[in-house]
């Protein structure tokens, strides 16, 4: 029976108000923050039926509470960058990058995006995928400590004044 429900439900697109339906609850009786949570287990278990991880981790991470540790999320960050800069990479390949990927240390997901680099518990598409949920860091100036000068400081070369004599 359940089988059944879960596939019909699979081709109407309403996983989730099915899921919540096996599990006791009303969609329509909710909170809806609960509501959401439901529909993004469905689109979540949809995603893991065709095979792509990161889409359901991706779908699940933009509904959860869970906010990763600025710490935490710098040493995700300068370790995908140290990754790079020790494979040769340069500033500009960095700051040209588009790449995200799972954190060596399995404990998040990194993106490259723009000359930023942000960080996670989930895949990113984007860096406002993240949405408060992670950190984002300037890659020359947090990272690689480069500091440029404010774009409001004039930069001119000094010419010395001249006078001009009155007779």
């Known amino acids: 029976m359940a089988d059944q429900l879960l596939t019909a439900a699979m081709e109407d697109g309403e996983i989730g108000r099915q899921l919540a339906s096996m599990s006791g609850v009303e969609l329509d ?3 809806p923050q609960d509501a959401r949570l439901w529909e993004a287990r469905g689109q979540a278990l949809q995603a893991l039926a065709a095979g ?3 889409a359901a981790l991706r779908t699940m991470g933009m509904v959860s509470s869970r906010i990763m540790d600025r710490d935490e999320a710098w040493e995700i960050a300068s370790n995908a960058v140290a990754v790079r800069i020790a494979a040769g990479w340069t500033r500009d390949m960095l700051d ?3 790449e995200g990927g799972r954190a ?3 404990r998040g997901y990194y993106l490259f995006c723009s000359g ?3 960080a996670c518990y989930f895949p990113m598409v984007c860096i406002t995928d993240m949405n408060g949920r992670g950190y ?3 890659i020359a100036q947090d990272l690689l400590n480069e500091r440029e000068p404010s774009p409001y400081a004039t930069c001119r070369p000094i010419v ?3 006078l001009e004599m009155f007779r």
């Open 29 to 31: 009786a909710i909170a």
């Open 52 to 54: 792509d991880m990161d």
């Open 96 to 98: 040209s990058s588009t």
């Open 104 to 106: 060596p240390c399995g």
């Open 116 to 118: 930023a680099i942000a």
């Open 136 to 138: 984002h860091f300037h």
């Open 160 to 162: 010395p004044q001249q």
